[in-house]
């Protein structure tokens, strides 16, 4: 074979491969774009193939109405409802000034600290939902409108466990739009949402992006976060996260990030949780959350194995708080609440979410795990008691306990610190500087176990022994603190 022949043969297998592709290029550009192509190369109903297809698996924009879609009709109707919240709060500052540092001592200045978020309009005569954090430490609010008008705000209510705090405005009696909020529970991994916020303080901003998952409870102690990949960054806190329906489905609250920006990882509590936090802050002045009156732990492999179900899933009873829901529900120790009203359980989280969108006094049918059984039971949502009353009280005397707050532990308070309910006993609630307790190392949060070898049952008993041994130089404390049984004396 001559060399021109060997160079033309490849070139020809060459030249028919080109071919084959332009031609079926062609073909597939006259399918997919040429309007009015052959009706007759794919008919409705069946594919390339000859195989069965249904009409919305392929949408070919067939308007130019069609090709300008956009989310501008729902960012026209929610973005009204979302404003900018600014705190502020003053802060004394010890800066130690050239003259004194030689004495190693400082001048207390005054400083004022800012912080910016965002907030939600939920009610039209002024009631806005934000984060707890955008507003903690607040002694000034303002609320910024999109029609940059500015209003003074008020706190009527905030849950720093759930992170929502409610706000009110005067708006002398004129009505502001507002979101509604869905608490349906009908929001779905895929469904497109949008953020509305003010990151960075650049202004009302609005990005895009799907429902990532649902049931985050990673995040925090008690809420389901939605996850979003739409665009939320600083400033966007307490920002609105909205369907296609202009509905308020989340409040945008916290992201993942390395850098502080958005990496595409967003949370936002749900509109269903946040409806409850409203109600319960305008109906109550605080955002009461119902509790189970127990300790309860989610469920793993070795543990599912164990007790004979199918998969992880649910919250295994640990303990149970004598007289509370749960108990008084027959719930067990080692039951397994597999869903409430419904809702499938995973994790202890999840549960305390769901008990957190109930009002008290609703009775909630609660499936539960037992002996390889599933049992339904019924338990009424209530909120954690005052039992012991609190007698919070400050400590006064010749001891080294001057200054201090004290309280007595009860669920209810154990709730508002985040304590563990099961957890009795006196507990330091705050401290005076000016005391001489300010000497010693306590911090708010201690439980006090033992003083002079005597156990502590009360506030009132403590003060009894305060007063037995008023003066005394010596004194032995035994205390707890974050789990840690601490024994000290002290030379007073």
């Given at each position: 074979m001559c060399c021109d022949c060997a160079y033309l043969k490849p070139m020809k297998k060459l030249f028919a491969v080109l071919g084959g592709a332009l031609f079926g290029g062609?073909?597939?550009f006259g399918l997919v774009f040429v309007p009015g192509g052959r009706a007759d190369a794919v008919t409705p109903g069946q594919g390339v193939s000859g195989q069965d297809v249904s009409e919305q698996d392929i949408m070919v924009p067939q308007s130019s109405a069609q090709m300008k879609m956009s989310f501008a009709p729902v960012v026209k109707e929610t973005a009204p409802a979302v404003v900018n919240v600014y705190s502020e709060r003053k802060v004394l500052r010890r800066e130690v000034d050239p003259f004194f540092s030689f004495f190693g001592r400082g001048v207390p200045r005054e400083r004022t600290e800012r912080s910016l978020g965002s907030g939600v309009i939920v009610r039209s005569n002024g009631v806005i939902v934000t984060n707890a954090h955008v507003v903690k430490g607040a002694q000034e609010l303002r609320?910024?409108?999109a029609d940059r008008r500015e209003f003074k705000a008020t706190l009527i209510a905030e849950d720093t466990q759930i992170d929502l705090a409610v706000l009110q405005i005067d708006t002398k009696g004129e009505r502001l739009p507002v979101l509604p909020i869905e608490e349906a529970g009908t929001l779905e991994v895929g469904d497109l949402v949008l953020a509305i916020g003010n990151p960075f303080g650049v202004g009302q901003t609005v990005t895009s992006g799907i429902v990532s998952a649902l049931g985050r409870t990673q995040v925090s102690n008690v809420a389901n976060f939605i996850q979003t990949d739409a665009a939320v960054n600083p400033g966007n806190s307490g920002g609105a996260l909205v369907d296609m329906d202009g509905h308020l489905v989340g409040v945008n609250t916290a992201i993942f990030s390395r850098s502080g920006g958005s990496n595409g990882i967003g949370f936002a509590i749900p509109g269903e949780l946040v409806k409850r936090a409203v109600d319960s802050a305008l109906s109550d002045g605080k955002i009461t959350r119902p509790w189970f009156g127990a300790r309860t732990e989610g469920v793993n492999s070795v543990m599912a194995e164990a007790l004979g179900l199918d998969r992880p899933r649910g919250a295994i009873v640990e303990e149970i708080y004598g007289g509370g829901p749960?108990?008084?529900a027959g719930i067990k120790r080692r039951d397994?609440?597999?869903?409430?009203?419904?809702?499938?359980?995973?994790?202890?989280?999840g549960l305390r979410f769901k008990l957190a969108t109930l009002s008290p006094g609703y009775?909630?049918?609660?499936k539960v795990w037992r002996d390889g059984k599933t049992r339904t039971l019924t338990v009424l949502a209530d909120t954690p008691k005052e039992t012991p009353k609190s007698d919070q009280r400050k400590l006064e005397g010749n001891n080294p306990f001057d200054g201090l707050s004290v309280v007595n532990?009860?669920?209810a308070l154990a709730e508002e610190m985040d304590f563990d309910p099961f957890v009795s006993g006196v507990v330091i609630a705050g401290r005076d500087r000016s005391g001489f307790s300010s000497r010693y190392r306590f911090r708010k949060g201690d439980i006090l176990v033992q003083v002079m070898e005597e156990d502590i049952t009360s506030t009132a008993q403590l003060q009894d022994v305060l007063d037995d041994f008023e003066g005394d130089?010596?004194?032995?404390?035994?205390?707890?603190?974050n789990g840690r049984i601490l024994n000290s004396r002290i030379r007073f």
């Open positions: 062609a073909l597939v609320i910024v409108l749960a108990d008084k397994v609440v597999l869903s409430v009203d419904g809702t499938d359980i995973f994790d202890d989280s009775k909630a049918k609660v532990m009860s669920p130089r010596n004194w032995t404390i035994k205390l707890e603190r």
